[in-house]
Nanobody
Framework: QVQLVESGGGLVQAGGSLRLSCAAS????????MGWFRQAPGKEREFVAT????????YYADSVKGRFTFSGDNAKNTVYLQMNSLKPEDTAVYYCAARKPTIGVVTNQALYDYWGQGTQVTVSS
């Protein structure tokens, strides 16, 4: 079992950047498929990015492609979401999630087993 703790959220102006962190404990994150999701007020939680089971593969929602980057640091057992060129529509609570390895790309939140508590990102216009 793995425990996930997000940090790094905050208030930023449109066009700015933030880096979210997700620290894993209990198991190494490399044992899992990791994902980032977000939930804006009044909306359902949506997929942002995920690692495929093959090392080095990362997949992004079209809305963040080219602006967000998913990376990991094995030594720190932490994954990151670098968010650049932020827009007001990126405002949401961002969640880190993990699931057992599987073939293919998993963008469905219901298929993730472990979740962090979330971190708020607010982008002002």
């Amino acid at each position: 079992q793995v425990q996930l703790v997000e940090s790094g959220g905050g208030l930023v102006q449109a066009g700015g950047s933030l880096r979210l962190s997700c620290a894993a404990s209990g198991r190494t994150f490399s044992s899992y498929v990791m994902g980032w999701f977000r939930q804006a007020p009044g909306k359902e939680r949506e997929f942002v990015a995920t690692t495929g089971w093959r090392a080095g593969n990362t997949y992004y929602a079209d809305s963040v492609k080219g602006r967000f980057t998913f990376s990991g640091d094995n030594a720190k057992n932490t994954v990151y979401l670098q968010m650049n060129s932020l827009k007001p529509e990126d405002t949401a609570v961002y969640y880190c999630a993990a699931r057992k390895p599987t073939i293919g790309v998993v963008t469905n939140q219901a298929l993730y087993d472990y979740w962090g508590q979330g971190t708020q990102v607010t982008v002002s216009s």
